[in-house]
């Protein structure tokens, strides 16, 4: 698992963490920095498309859960 690394904190949410990966990319694209910079810029990205990517399950477990008590409430009617 990829974790944060000491100098960079944790985004708030998902919105901050998909704000953030935005600014990155741009910053590569436009390129200037230099190799270390760059490579710093993509291991937070990594980590960020990681906490991203766990947010997301998390949300899909909630709403599997949410769906299936429904159905099941349906059924008790």
Known sequence: MVRFIVSQKE???YEEAV???EQIA???DKGGQGIEEAMSLFEESVALS???YKKLDE???RVTYLKDETERARQDV
Request: charge should be positive.
């Open 11 to 13: 985004p708030k949410n």
């Open 59 to 61: 949300i899909k477990s």
């Open 19 to 21: 704000g953030r990966l």
């Open 50 to 52: 990681c906490y991203c």
């Open 26 to 28: 741009d910053m590569l």
